[in-house]
T-cell receptor, first 116, second 111 residues
Framework: DAGITQSPRHKVTETGTPVTLRCHQTENHRYMYWYRQDPGHGLRLIHYSYGVKDTDKGEVSDGYSVSRSKTEDFLLTLESATSSQTSVYFC???????????????FGSGTQLSVL | GENVEQHPSTLSVQEGDSAVIKCTYSDSASNYFPWYKQELGKRPQLIIDIRSNVGEKKDQRIAVTLNKTAKHFSLHITETQPEDSAVYFCAAYFGNEKLTFGTGTRLTIIP
């Protein structure tokens, strides 16, 4: 399973509360990604990281922030959760992140988040 | 913009028949095209990929073809089996660091 774990696996929260999802890897891969999966939209990139403290936005970054203080951990935070952020969140890792090298993504098991 | 279109969104085929899923992409500079399979309740997993310097790649019952001129690529599954039932995603790299996915195809194999 490429040594990637997500926590929690399931979470129910209320609108307006902060939520943090954690992604942990044991592969020492440089690149880490957060995607959300919604019916009819596939997998959409929220944020990604290309190294410790190096992050960038994806296509659906509004309402989300990330942090990477260690190679192995990538945190996704919803500062004030909204119902539109109810989704399945997948973390992924990649050795290189570029289309030229070892760019294959390995996904975590996902986090089902429900915002009521 | 960065876009990958995938069709059809759902596909049902009789067991033993072939299935074809098609994707088009917007950036002619894209040069790597992977396909991921996601079984119900599971994580997406890479099943096959192709680079722009190759027109076709096969791995047992699955194959991917690429037409760079037309900017489209396809997944072909032959002799389908019940375990092929899943959601399949195509993807393409844009800007070298962002893998953009299609919206997915739910494939159902009818016994």
């Amino acid at each position: 399973d490429a040594g990637i774990t997500q926590s929690p696996r399931h979470k129910v929260t209320e609108t307006g509360t902060p939520v943090t999802l954690r992604c942990h890897q044991t592969e020492n891969h440089r690149y880490m990604y957060w995607y959300r999966q919604d019916p009819g939209h596939g997998l959409r990139l929220i944020h990604y990281s290309y190294g410790v403290k190096d992050t960038d936005k994806g296509e659906v970054s509004d309402g989300y922030s990330v942090s990477r203080s260690k190679t192995e951990d990538f945190l996704l935070t919803l500062e004030s959760a909204t119902s539109s952020q109810t989704s399945v969140y997948f973390c992924a890792i990649s050795e290189s992140g570029t289309s030229d090298l070892n760019e294959k993504l390995f996904f975590g098991s996902g986090t089902q988040l429900s915002v009521l | 913009g960065e876009n990958v279109e995938q069709h059809p969104s759902t596909l049902s085929v009789q067991e033993g028949d072939s299935a074809v899923i098609k994707c088009t992409y917007s950036d002619s500079a894209s040069n790597y095209f992977p396909w991921y399979k996601q079984e119900l309740g599971k994580r997406p997993q890479l099943i096959i990929d192709i680079r722009s310097n190759v027109g076709e790649k096969k791995d047992q019952r699955i194959a991917v073809t690429l037409n760079k001129t037309a900017k489209h690529f396809s997944l072909h599954i032959t002799e389908t089996q019940p375990e092929d039932s899943a959601v399949y995603f195509c993807a393409a790299y844009f800007g070298n660091e962002k893998l953009t996915f299609g919206t997915g195809t739910r494939l159902t194999i009818i016994p």
